[in-house]
């Protein structure tokens, strides 16, 4: 079993710039992709970004080049920066975890972090 724990809850402005951070326990040594979620309210989840154990990142979400997934084995962390955050951006953001490279359908969720972009 694995258990994810995102942190960085946030609320900043339009413009600014969050980072949030997922901390993964448990049967570690058995993840390869970990990713994020987003959900805003009435819609199903979004993969925003992904990324495999060994660095690959060959998601091109919507939020290219505005947000940026890295990886820290050795903490067993994913972070995502999240830059030139917009209204739209506001949503639950979940963090995801898969023993597979394909994080489509992932085995493990966190709980999930509130990201509010004011306008």
């Known amino acids: 079993q694995v258990r994810l724990v995102e942190s960085g809850v946030g609320l900043v402005q339009a413009g600014g710039s969050l980072r949030l951070s997922c901390a993964a326990s448990?049967?570690?040594?058995?993840?390869?992709?970990m990713g994020w979620y987003c959900q805003s309210p009435g819609k199903q989840p979004e993969l925003v970004e992904a990324i495999t154990r060994q660095g690959s990142n060959n998601y091109a979400g919507s939020v290219k080049g505005r947000f940026t997934i890295s990886r820290e084995n050795a903490k067993n962390t994913v972070y995502l920066q999240m830059n030139s955050l917009k209204p739209e951006d506001t949503a639950v953001y979940y963090c995801?975890?898969?023993?597979?490279?394909?994080?489509?359908?992932?085995?493990?969720w966190g709980q999930g972090t509130q990201v509010t972009v004011s306008s």
């Open positions: 995801s975890a898969d023993p597979s490279w394909n994080i489509l359908t992932p085995a493990y």
């Open positions: 448990g049967s570690i040594l058995s993840i390869d992709a």
